[in-house]
């Protein structure tokens, strides 16, 4: 059983930063897909970064690239997503999600996900 916990979330003003964690447990492949995604209220959930756990290539969404950066410490099976330069608009619910790497890792759909976290709330205030 697939289990994925995040932590870190929390309030900031803009400007500032927040790493947030996802702790993996139970998954067996070697190499996966693992992303973080966000939901504001009132929208549609949306891919923020992704990695491939293999060869730690990383993705990221437009509108966080330069800003945000996800890496992983496999001897720790835990997932990062540091926030650097947060604006309001990165207010929303984040989840940590992983997929097969049968999948591109880069596309960060949210149907290509098997497991989810339970989210972590993040809040930029100006």
């Known amino acids: 059983q697939v289990q994925l916990v995040e932590s870190g979330g929390g309030s900031v003003q803009a400007g500032g930063s927040l790493r947030l964690s996802c702790a993996a447990s139970g998954y067996t492949a070697s190499d996966y897909c693992m992303g973080w995604f966000r939901q504001a209220p009132g929208k549609e959930r949306e891919g923020v970064a992704g990695i491939s756990t293999g060869s730690s290539t990383t993705y990221y969404a437009t509108s966080v690239k330069g800003r945000f950066t996800i890496s992983q410490d496999k001897a720790k099976n835990t997932l990062y997503l540091q926030m650097n330069g947060l604006k309001p608009e990165d207010t929303a619910m984040y989840y940590c999600?992983?997929?097969?790497?049968?999948?591109?890792?880069?596309?960060?759909?949210?149907?290509?996900?098997?497991?989810w976290g339970q989210g972590t709330q993040v809040t930029v205030s100006l």
């Open positions: 999600a992983a997929k097969s790497a049968r999948y591109w890792c880069g596309s960060l759909r949210e149907d290509e996900n098997n497991y």
